[in-house]
């Protein structure tokens, strides 16, 4: 997954503002604590880090986007 679609994806859950506060607010224990930004800056698939996402979230997924 290329970083544009992790990000529409986010932006597409939690609308766009809201998309960049939670993944540079929210520590994620998947990420080894680090928040969404940490763990992408730091070489982290996006991928991984939309699971993480999707795992701490799962009601807020639409279930298309779970994959």
């Known amino acids: 997954m290329k970083q544009s679609d992790f990000w529409d994806r986010m932006n597409e859950t ?35 880090v939309w699971m993480a996402v999707c795992r701490a979230w799962p009601e807020r997924i639409p279930s298309r986007l779970v994959r």
């Open 14 to 48: 939690f609308g766009t503002a809201y998309a960049r506060s939670v993944a540079a607010d929210h520590t994620l224990g998947q990420l080894g604590g680090r928040t969404i930004d940490q763990a992408l800056a730091e070489g982290e698939n996006a991928k991984a």
